[in-house]
């Protein structure tokens, strides 16, 4: 297990660098499974959840090569396709691998993806999909297979009933190297989204609609290798955003000048955060903090789920009464009675949306972490709180965030990374 020591109320001040989008990395490595040529991805953030799912693709032939921020995958031939227990319940993101492998092998059987658990997060939709692209789909409690069959139409339309991220990259994948037209309405339009497809159209994809809720896909014979830049991460750059705002301090963040931001810097404006964008790094400070009426979690270009939760810790540093409301997952908002011992004013008003009044004092706690988002908001947490915090299970926070510990320090945090085995602490 790991944990995070923390000692709070200090000035965050200085630069640092955003990493490569997670939510965008997972699914470009699954799409490496769609060509038996190398794939170079670059910018990639060393995550643990990266680790993973390359583990996850050695397992179907792959093989891999990691250095720095860079990853070369090739899958000259894929070894079998079953998705075992083993595999799947190790992270969430293996569901983006039915796509590819159903593509490649015409078959694949999986379990239930594992993650997590911030709702129900089924994969019907995923499902659904991949019948209306004339596959069989056949279900045995948490287990699923699914065969192209013989009566696989030439050309498919299919409408989404929630413009699921996952399940709009999921049939992207199993669509690309697919006879005939496809073509999805109402899908995600997020940034990782984006990255993917601009990715597969490196490989020699026919894509068109990017970044709308229609994309029509032309399939193609196959793909080849490609070399790829993953974009920067929003979420992240949202998380230290917050984290200058809390402190009191000012911060310079880099290597974000391409991202689309408008969605996270209007709320934070909003709210008194003052984001000034340069040439080269975006800077950003607070001298007060403000309430926001009423902020609602919503589809790209609304406000992301994923900065929901270090939004809550943002809300109770403002002044007045704000109103946060994520619609999304019915568990997200459960991890703040965490919040609440450390002296926070939140009121569940439902599964799904919390009051705060504030700004409240917070005092350091020995706190579990939850999920990866809501395990940064505690860490952001122990950084405005009076006295020293304890995180554990701080490896949940790592499967998203990239040197967590290092960037901390680097802006003057006073933060320590231990590994516990046995009940005793190492550094």
């Not at 073509?183 to 894509?207: F, K, T, W, Y």
Request: with cysteine.
């Amino acid at each position: 297990m790991t944990r995070y020591i923390i000692e709070g109320r200090k000035i965050l001040e200085g630069r640092v660098k955003i990493s490569g989008n997670k939510n965008a990395i997972l699914p470009c490595l699954a799409a490496s499974l769609l060509t038996g040529e190398e794939v170079v991805l670059k910018n990639v953030p060393m995550i643990s959840d990266v680790r993973v799912l390359t583990e996850i693709l050695m397992q179907f032939g792959a093989k891999v090569e990691t250095r720095d921020q860079e990853v070369k995958v090739k899958c000259s031939k894929i070894k079998n396709s079953v998705l075992t227990q083993q595999l799947a319940s190790k992270l969430r993101a293996s569901i983006l691998l039915v796509g590819p492998l159903l593509a490649r092998t015409g078959k694949i059987e999986f379990f239930h993806p594992g993650g997590d658990v911030i709702g129900k997060r089924d994969i019907n939709l995923h499902l659904e999909g991949f019948r209306q692209l004339g596959c069989k789909v056949s279900v045995n409690d948490h287990n699923y297979k699914v065969l192209k069959g013989t009566n696989v139409m030439s050309d498919a339309r299919i409408f989404l009933e929630i413009a699921t991220v996952t399940g709009t990259e999921n049939l992207i994948l199993a669509s690309v190297i697919r006879k005939g037209r496809t073509v999805i309405r109402n899908a995600a339009c997020e940034p990782h989204v984006i990255d993917l497809c601009l990715m597969l159209i490196s490989m020699g994809a026919s894509i068109e609609g990017i970044g709308t809720s229609t994309l029509t896909i032309d399939g193609v014979e196959k793909l080849r290798g490609t070399e790829f830049t993953i974009g920067s991460d929003n979420i992240e750059f949202g998380t230290y955003a917050i984290a200058a705002a809390i402190t009191g301090g000012e911060i310079e963040i880099e290597n974000c000048h391409n991202l689309d931001l408008e969605p996270v810097i209007w709320p934070l404006s909003k709210m008194g955060v003052s984001i000034t964008r340069g040439e080269r790094v975006i800077k950003v400070s607070a001298k007060k903090i403000a309430a926001i009426s009423k902020l609602i979690t919503n589809v790209w270009p609304g406000f992301p789920t994923d900065l929901m939760s270090v939004m809550i810790v943002l809300a109770t540093q403002a002044r007045g009464i704000s109103l946060l409301h994520d619609w999304v997952y019915e568990s997200r908002m459960f991890f703040v009675d965490k919040l609440i011992s450390m002296g926070a004013n939140i009121t569940i008003a439902d599964p799904h949306r919390v009051l705060i009044s504030g700004p409240t004092r917070l005092f350091g706690r020995n706190l579990e972490t939850p999920d990866i988002r809501a395990g940064m908001a505690l860490v952001l947490a122990a950084l405005v709180a009076e006295g020293k915090s304890i995180i554990n299970r701080a490896e949940l926070i790592e499967r998203g965030y990239e040197d967590v510990v290092g960037k901390l320090v680097g802006l003057g945090a006073n933060i320590q990374r231990m590994e516990i085995a046995n009940g005793n602490g190492s550094q």
